[in-house]
């Protein structure tokens, strides 16, 4: 009998599901995983090797060995034991991630990697697009975050401002609203809201308040599993 949960959350980008997700992890003490860092990883090594063919790009997802490794707020990024966890998100990966994320066969690689990294029963949170679908269609609690395109955009931007990285806000916005049109609009595991989940619109709510009903979903499906958690 599973004794931890598995915590499924999805949505767009800017939607805060990161920092929500880190933080509903660490108060159960339960592992995070950031799973569009694992397409973003892939996607840095195929810029940087020129990569534009499917087939090199899925040679990429089998070989290459990625790790997460999360402590002190975030998650590193390694791949075959290089550190790329900057390289991962700056904004030349944004404007190819979705595109290589399309990719059948290394969606199939990633999802299976991800089931593997949640397996075990660890408990664990789990962000990205299509967790609550595909990667753990059983999850015990599902949870779908949005917000308007201007709260995300804003959010992004200033996330970049802070890393001293130049962009304007109607680019954020074009970036966002590009990468919400191919990643809900794929025929492969699109970005769609999952049979069950709990909508939560962030737009105006503070992340405390985001932070507390995905805690209040967890203690429910504890309850109903019979599962004792502690929330630090
Ligand atoms: O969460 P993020 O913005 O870092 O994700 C980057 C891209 O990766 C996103 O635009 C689509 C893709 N992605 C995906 O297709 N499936 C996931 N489970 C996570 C991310």
Redesign the pocket.
């Known amino acids: 009998m599973p004794q931890k949960l598995i915590v499924a959350i ?1 949505g767009p ?1 800017g939607s805060g ?2 920092t929500s997700a880190i933080l509903v992890a660490q108060k159960l003490g339960y592992l995070y995983i ?7 990883a892939i ?1 840095y090594l195929a810029i940087k090797k020129n990569f534009n063919n499917k087939e090199d790009i899925i040679r990429l997802a089998e070989k290459t060995d990625l790790k997460l490794d999360f402590g002190e707020g975030r998650t590193k990024v390694f791949a075959d034991g290089k550190e790329i966890t900057e390289d991962i998100r700056m904004p030349e990966i ?1 404007a190819r ?2 595109e290589i ?1 399309k990719i059948e066969t290394v ?1 199939k690689i ?1 999802v299976q990697k ?1 089931r593997e990294m949640g397996s075990g029963n660890r408990g664990v949170v789990m ?5 609550g679908t595909v ?1 753990f269609p059983n999850a015990d609690v599902k949870i779908f975050m949005t917000a308007s395109i201007d709260e995300r955009a804003k959010r992004r931007k200033k996330e970049y401002s802070e890393k001293g990285i130049n962009v304007t806000l109607e680019d954020v916005k074009k970036n966002l609203l590009s ?1 919400d049109e ?2 809900s609009g794929r025929e492969i ?1 699109p ?1 769609i809201i999952a049979d069950s989940a709990v909508v939560v619109n962030t737009s105006e709510v503070s992340i405390e308040e985001q932070v507390n009903i995905i805690l209040e979903e967890i203690k429910k499906a504890a309850d109903k599993k019979g599962i004792s958690i502690k929330i630090s």
Not at 34 to 40: L, N, V
């Open positions: 999805d980008a599901k990161s950031d799973t569009g860092a694992m397409y973003r996607t944004n991630v979705s994320s969606r990633l991800q962000e990205g697009r299509d967790i990667v990468r191919i990643d595991s970005l």
